[in-house]
């Protein structure tokens, strides 16, 4: 069973920049298709950016496509969420999440995922 652990969160002014890094222990990374989602105070859970085993595909929320960049290193066992030009509503709790199943392309769905890291908190300031 795979543990995943966030980080790279903080507090950030508008316009600014963070990387976010997940790090997988008990599992080959490689194996999982990969999701970062987020959770703002009193909402769902969002998806935010997906990839594929490979990381030839890669799928985004409408509202941080050409803001956000995810990536993965197999080879380090970890993925990454470089996300740029931070607005406060991107404010929320990050989560990487993991999913072991056989599809290929990867998943926006929230219930695909069956292991999730502990979340690291981005907050962005006016």
């Known amino acids: 069973q795979v543990q995943l652990v966030e980080s790279g969160g903080g507090l950030v002014q508008a316009g600014g920049s963070l990387r976010l890094s997940c790090a997988a222990s008990?599992?080959?990374?490689?194996?999982?298709?990969m999701g970062w989602f987020r959770q703002a105070p009193e909402k769902e859970r969002e998806f935010v950016a997906a990839i594929n085993r490979s990381g030839g595909m890669i799928r985004y929320t409408n509202s941080v496509k050409g803001r956000f960049t995810i990536s993965r290193d197999n080879g380090k066992n970890t993925v990454y969420l470089q996300m740029n030009s931070l607005k406060p509503e991107d404010t929320a709790v990050y989560y990487c999440?993991?999913?072991?199943?056989?599809?290929?392309?990867?998943?926006?769905?929230?219930?695909?995922?069956?292991?999730w890291g502990q979340g690291t908190q981005v907050t962005v300031s006016a």
């Open positions: 008990g599992g080959t990374l490689g194996s999982y298709r």
């Open positions: 999440a993991a999913d072991p199943g056989l599809v290929v392309t990867p998943s926006v769905d929230v219930d695909d995922y069956h292991y």
